[in-house]
Structure formats: C-alpha cells, structure tokens
C-alpha cells in the first residue's frame, strides 16, 4: 500500500490546484474586503475572519492567470503559515481527495513564470492532473 | 501585604518552579549552557527583588547562590551532585522562607548561615581549569548578623584577569552567628556541619543535605497553609486573552446585527431580549478590554521605592521625576516591561549616577536626577529613562569588549561610539570595577535586551560622558488600545492615530476665502499666516483613478476637509472626503505580505466587521515627500522673517459690541468662540463669571470699557434669552471671555494700523472691508478687568 496524501482542491481557471489539506485553516465564502491601497495588485483586500485581520491574495494573479470576471465572486481558502493565516482567492472550492505518493511528479521544465516557482508538483490523477501549490512560496510576496 | 510584596511572590513561586526542573535538567547536561543562564538569572532576579523589599535573610541566601552559580557559569567549577543538591536545597529555603513572608509578612527568624556556609563552601574550592586566573580576586565577607550590612564586597588589588567573586568564610563569622540563632535552630550542627565541611574540602554531600533538613521544623505548619495568595489571582495565557478579545468582537458584532434585526421586528420579546443581549455585551467587552489594558502606571508605582532603596544603600541621593504616567499599555506588555525597567532604573542609580561628592566636584547638583517618561508616538509607545550621571564611558567599554573576545581590536576600533554605547546589552560584559549585590555582574542588562525584543521591540542607549545615559525603549502598538480619528477618501476609511493631529479645518469655498492655492502645482493651505503643504489622501494613496477624481471633484468642491497631522515636528494638511468620529480602535497587525506598506501603521475592525486601515502620518509624509532634511531647514529659518513682516496678511475676526461700530482683533489671539446663555453666567464678587472646561473663567463686558458704550446698551439687556457671544482669550492656561455683541466675520488682511488712539480700549483704527474698524485693546482691558491676570503669570 503506497502512502497517500490528502489535499484540498480548488479550481483556479479550470485548472485543479490542491494545497495540504493541514495547511488549511479553514473555507469561507466571499467575504467583502477593505482594499489596500499601494500593495501589490495580488493583495485583494483585508477580510475580518473573526476578529483577526488576514490578507486575501488573489491567486489567479498571484499565478499569472487571467484576472476574475467582476460578476464572479471568490471563495476564501485560509491558510495557515508561520506568520499567521493568509487567505487565498480561488474560483470553485472541489472536494478533498487522498492520493497515492506514486502519482507525484515534478513539474516539467518547460513550465515557465510565476507558476514555476510556486507549483511543487504534479498528481496524476485518473481524470485529470492535480497541481500541488507551495503554499509558503505563495504567502510570501516580498521577492516580487 | 502591599502590592509589591504580593506580586513577588507570585512571581517567585513561578520562577522557583522553573528552577527546580532547571537545576535536574542541568545535572542531566552539565555543559546545558542556557540552562545555566537561565537558573543564574532567576537567583539574580530573586536576589535583586528581596533586596529592595528588604528580606535580608532571603537576600543572603540567594546572593551566596549566586556565587557559586557565577563560578560555574565562568568553568571555576563543575556541576556535581553535591552542588546540584546544595542549589536545591537552596530553592527549598527560599521556598520557606517565601512561605513565612506570606503568612507573617516577614521573613521570620529562621537560620540559614548553615546553608550559607554550605554554598560559600562550594564556591570557594577551586577546580582551577588553566592555573592562575583562578586566585581569589574578591573577597566576599559573610556577616549573617542581622544588623550588619548584607555583604560587603572587598576588592583585592585588581589583577588583570576578568574579575570573579570567589568568596571565602570569614574567620569571625561563627561568633555572630551564634549570637543570632534562635533557639530552634540547631547551631552546633551547623557550625560543626560547616567546620567539618572546611576541612574535608569538597567531597561531602549526605551530611550537609541532612544537616539543612534540620531547619524545617518551623516553617513546616506554615507550609501547609501556603499558596493562599495564589488563590485571589489566577494568571491566565496572555494569548487566551487575545483570542477572548477577539471573540468578544465578534460577539459585539452579531449583537449588532440582532439589534437591527430587532428593530424590523415588533416582537416585543424579541426586541427585550435584544436590549439584554445589548447589555451583557457591552459589559463583557468593557471588562475584557479591562483585562489587558492598564496604566503604566502600575509599574512605575513600585519604581521610586526601587530607587530610594538602592539609593540609601549606595550612599547616593536620586531624584526620580516620571511623566505619562497615564499612558495605557497593553497587559502584555506590562509584563514584559517590568522586569527590563527594574533593571535598567537599578543599573541607571547603581553605575550612572554618581556618589554626591563626585557630583559636586564635577560641578553637578549633588542629587542626581532620574527621569522617567512614557508616551505614545511614532506608532509606537516610547519609554525614556534618563539620567544625569557619569554616563558610559565608551573606551572602557570597548578596552573591556576586546579583552572578553567580545569584539576583534579591529571591529573595536570601527565601531561608533553609539553602537559601542549598546554593547552594554552584550550577555556577561559589565564594565563595574566591583561586583555589588545590586549589579555589576554583566548580566540584567541582556536580559532586559531579550525581554524586550521579545514583545518586538526595541532598546537604546545614548550616552555622554559626565552629562548622563538616557536608554530608550519602543515597543510597538501592536493590541494596544488607541484613540483614532476616523475619516473617509476615495470610498474607504482610515483611522488617523489621535496622537498625530493636530486640528481639522473645514474650508467652505466661497466667502472670499482663496482656498487651496498651488505652487507649482502643489497644493498648500494659508493656516493662519502659515504654509501648509496640502497632501490629497486619495491621490497619495492612489485610491481612485484620475479621470474618477476629476469627475467628482466639481461636486465636492464646497468644502474642503483639511486634517492637520504632525509628524517629526512637521504640520501637514491631509484632505480627506469626509470626517467621521473618533473612536478607540484597536490596533492590529498587517500580515508580513503588506510589511513594506510604509504609510499604514496596521489596520483595525470597525463596528461594522469591516476592516479600515491605520495610517503611519510618519510614513504617509514621507511616501509625499512632506518631510526632507532641506526642507525642513529652509522652513526654519523663514519662520522668524515670516513673523516681523507687517504685510503679511493674517486671519482677523470682525465683531461689535452692539453699536455700530466695527471692531476687529487677530484670530491668533483668540483660543475660542463660545455661545453663554445668560443662564450659565454665576457670580463672584462683583464679577461675571462661567465655569469653563473645569476652571473659572471671568466674563468681561467689553462695552462697558469703551468710551461710547453708554449709548448703546448690549443686546442681552434686549432679550434675556439671547446667549451672550464671548471670545476666549488664554494666556499660560488662564481663560478669561471677552462678551462681544456678534461675530461679524472672519477676514484676511493686513492689519495696518491707520490711526493710533490707544486710550479707551482701543489701540487704533484701521479699514477692514470698506469700514473704519478699531482694533480692541485685548491686554489693556483685561488689565483693568483683572489686573491679576498677567501679574500671577510671572
């Protein structure tokens, strides 16, 4: 029995992302944000979780996808990092799903950009492929 | 019980808790070194708070350990069980001791010289790693009598080697010794114990552990009933507050929302239950807001006492003077600031002031001056200690830094004196020619550096030789409870920190106002005669594009809301859309993602669960360039041309006196504009007077001084409803209202005197809006009302 994983999917552009599903704190639906004038264009908003202030990233930006419809609204997905939680902005939340250590691959060398960095690999699913996110990587925005 | 000795019990029991598994812990590792460190500093600590509340007994106790602690700390010594089990056996004593002091209030009568001897023992024996460093450099004297000082600290002729304090027995100390003990306490055992223990040099450990084991007895039925004082207070996770905190904003939150949500509904139950649930909340929130903040108070409180006593003991004589007392800090950082301020106020009497003597002779007041200050500032909360005394003296500093290995002769010699200043931080660098039982031993001044980095602050000292030390301490805000202004630009609102305002102006365009002019298009503001650069929140901060503020600002253009902030002694204007309230906020960090955001100072959660952001004025100024080197200068030095010309057009408020005469004075001279209803005016003598902002503030008819007042009698004679106008005029903090008939107007001009009269309340006349206007003689009337006013000033 190979050793299995479990993460938590997202879909960001129809792409199937997955972080660690210990890594998450929580899932909320759209929360209203309060904007952060001069930061980064990938920092949508603070949102009140509960007294604590977090920092949305948007992470279709953050990815260098192509930005949100405006009509379309986020779900949250916290995260929990070494200085506090982060919340990251995703399209459709997905279920989560235990996978097996042998379907893991490194991400090719032809990825480029933004995406190189901050994808750790690759799950090879029956269906589809499961793009594991480093999530510190992604929290962490001072390199830009 | 006072509140001192409370709170050092309390704490004792804690650290002698952590000694007790440091103590096993370190036998386990001998070569443990932080564990070493952290058992040293605890006694240190011990040590130095029962020396100022005056337990002499625990003090001798705790100061003996300390010895030998100190040798095994520089490699004299090496941990074996016989030291390990004299050091526990120490803490047990403590422990009783502690016991006594909380049921009697003092540290009763029992006798330790055993145990004392015991430790010195200990640390006398010399395991010399590498030879002749190791003599006995100092020797301690141990006087266990009561009346005698506590340790007296002889310092041989100073070799070149670090200085160690090796304590040897006193030969006369069992004659003393004797003649204390009470009756309880077996003697001879000790004695002989102690005698024995000389001779058999080091290898013993049954018979001495046994031999203290005799000492119980008293303290064993108070034991029982210890702790008694934990029972009234429970220390709770700091963090657990935090987390209590924000669930109760939450809850204040959905309260929010009920009451609402109960307005809709006629239920009349549901609108009872609602204002209940109103209720407990706003209690609950009071109460765990109460819970972390307090005054700083709290800890200065113990402070002068700290001073007094070393002071006497040092033979120096300190003024200890505090400012801020009221400044209100976060309860964690209460706790971590306690500990470091002892040490450095003790380190600042104890190495920075000097003996009066050498004061005098150095052309200082023989009482040295200690200084305490607080404030909130920069984003931060600041804490100033400062002294006149010797200050450091940096080459000895560096001299000693390179001899411990501390810095390379070459890093040395780099340094600034500044930096070399802060090397007093270093862990066991000390540069005191003796050791004392106050300090001297190099550490404290680290452990204050670790305490306070800890709660994410900072510590620094300046210093100059023969003037005095000042150690400055920031901690951040972070959870500290501010008062903020509350504004709006660009659709989003910003908490402005209370601390940086300075006034808010609301410009109404139109009324022969000029308004905003530029300057090569930057916008600056006439504030009474001054420049004030202007800085468009929304512009600065980007928060709407060009062409959307172009579109609204016709609409807006009415008024104009002017926010006068001060950062770094510069006065800016902020224009904002619109003011709100000001409201305690609480201050919350950004996460590391938005770290290099310099304007923004964190963010805070408004009633509405909405987030809002706390601007940085100090970083705002900077990001608009308000504040340059150059600038700053050249403002400088305009200012006292600026006050010398008479052409300059200044603010002029236009008033009468219920005839038809027009009078004028400069705003500049008027605190404030009142409206007094004749029912608010009371009597004193023969004067009117109001109460006015917790003073009493005389009342002068202003008519009743000028020459043509006669005719024209003052319009509150017409109609006793009218409330009265009256103008505050304030001088040193003295008020006194000037009762005019009605505020005309509000004019800039220049004031040039036309005519000069000087006589009946009037200096001159001038021409103010095509009318012949006279300038009110302010001081000349007031002097005839009160002729005190000025006098009592000088």
Known sequence: MAETKQFCTFLLNDFFFGVEVLKVQEVIRYQEMTRVPLAPCMVRGLINLRGQIITAIDLRLRLGLEPRKDNELPMNVVIRTDDGAVSLLVDEMGDVLEVSEESFEAPPETLQGQARELI????????????????????????? | MDEVTKEFLIESYENLDMLDRALVELEKDPTHRPSLDSIFRTIHTLKGTCGFLGFSRLERVSHVAENLLSRLREGKLALNVEITSALLATVDAVRRILAIVENTGAEGSEDYSELIERLTILATVDKPPQGPSAQPAVVVVVAPSATAPAVIAQLAPAPAAPVVAAPKVAEPAPEPLKATVPPLAPTPVAAATAVQATASSATKSA????????????????????????????????????????????????????????????????????????????????????????????????????????????????????????????????????????????????????????????????????????????????????????????????????????????????MTDREICNLVFHPGLSTAAKVTNVSGRGVGMDVVKTNIEKIGGSVDVSSEVGKGTMVKIKIPLTLAIIPALIVASGGERFAIPQVNLVELVRMEIGQGNRGVEMIYGVPVYRLRGNLLPLVYLNKELKLESDEEGKQRQPAQDDAINIVV????????????????????????????????????????????????????????????????????????????????????KQSLLLFDVGDQRQMVIPLSMVARLEEVAPSEVEWTGNQEVVQYRGQIMLLIRVANYLAASQSAEPLKSKNGQDTMQVVVYSDHGRSVGLVVGRIRDIVQQTLEVKRQVHQNGVIGSTVIQDRVTDLLDVAGIIQQADPSFYKDQS
């Open chain 1, 120 to 144: 750790r690999g690759v799950y090879k699913l029956k269906e589809r492929l499961l793009l594991i996110l480093d999530t510190e990587r992604t929290v962490t925005l001072s390199t830009l």
């Open chain 2, 207 to 414: 018979e001495p552990a046994s031999g203290s084991d005799h000492d119980h007895h008293p303290a064993e039925k108070t034991e029982t009933r210890a702790r008694g004082m934990s029972d009234t207070t429970v220390r709770v996770d700091v963090g657990l507050l935090d987390k209590l905190m924000n669930l109760v904003g939450e809850l204040v939150l959905a309260r929010n929302q009920i009451l609402q949500l109960a307005n809709t509904y006629s239920d009349p139950l549901f609108v009872k239950m609602g204002q209940r649930l109103n209720l407990i909340t706003s209690e609950l929130q009071e109460n765990v807001m109460k819970t972390r903040m307090q005054p700083i108070e709290n800890v200065w409180n113990k402070l002068p006492r700290v001073v007094r006593d070393i002071s006497t003991e040092l033979g120096k004589r300190v003024k200890l003077e505090m400012f801020g007392k009221e400044t209100e800090l976060d309860r964690t950082i209460i706790e971590a600031i306690k500990d470091p301020l002892t040490h450095i106020i003790r380190n600042s009497v104890d190495h920075g002031v000097e003996l009066p003597d050498d004061r005098l002779s150095s052309g200082k007041p023989d009482v040295g001056s200690l200084v305490l200050r607080a404030y909130h500032g920069g984003g931060q909360v600041n804490i100033e200690i400062i002294d006149d005394g010797a200050g450091i003296n940096v080459k000895r500093v560096r001299d000693k830094a390179v001899m411990m290995g501390v810095l390379s002769q070459d890093q040395a010699n780099r």
């Open chain 2, 565 to 648: 902030v001060e950062a770094d002694g510069r006065q800016f204007g902020l224009v904002v859309d619109a003011i709100n309230d000001t409201e305690e906020i609480v201050v919350k960090p950004l996460g590391k993602q938005l770290k290099s955001l310099t304007f923004c100072a964190g963010a805070t959660i408004m009633g509405d669960g909405r987030v809002a952001l706390i601007l940085d004025v100090m970083g705002l100024a900077q990001h608009a360039r308000v504040i340059s080197e150059e600038h700053d200068r050249s403002r400088r030095d305009e200012v006292p041309k600026r006050a010398v010309s008479s052409e300059e």
